[in-house]
Nanobody
Framework: QVQLIESGGGLVQPGDSLRLHCAIS????????MAWFRQGPGKERELVTA????????YYAGSVQGRFTLSRDSAKTSVSLQMDSLSLEDTAVYYCAARPQYYSDDPRSYNLWGQGTQVTVSS
């Protein structure tokens, strides 16, 4: 059974950095696009960043552009999200997600989800 295993997250102060990691565990028969969503208190789940299976296409939400960096290993089985200059508005549960080939901003289209990891930015 294919699963997504997340790690990272925690409590930081404004301006600090955090790194999240997500790895595909189990046998895969298709290539996956991978994404990070987040859901803040009382908010809908939103796409933060994503990368297509080919690696030719990446996406960053405007609110994180220039602060967050998505990277992927050469085997295309894990991604890391480097989050710099964190602000209070980045507080949310962050979810790793995967779907075949190409990413989407619709969370309902993803068939694999990590367990979620809490990121709290507080002074």
């Amino acid at each position: 059974q294919v699963q997504l295993i997340e790690s990272g997250g925690g409590l930081v102060q404004p301006g600090d950095s955090l790194r999240l990691h997500c790895a595909i565990s189990g046998p895969t028969t298709t290539g996956y696009a991978m994404a990070w969503f987040r859901q803040g208190p009382g908010k809908e789940r939103e796409l933060v960043t994503a990368i297509s299976w080919s690696g030719l296409h990446t996406y960053y939400a405007g609110s994180v552009q220039g602060r967050f960096t998505l990277s992927r290993d050469s085997a295309k089985t894990s991604v890391s999200l480097q989050m710099d200059s964190l602000s209070l508005e980045d507080t949310a549960v962050y979810y790793c997600a995967a779907r075949p080939q190409y990413y989407s901003d619709d969370p309902r289209s993803y068939n694999l989800w990590g367990q979620g990891t809490q990121v709290t930015v507080s002074s």
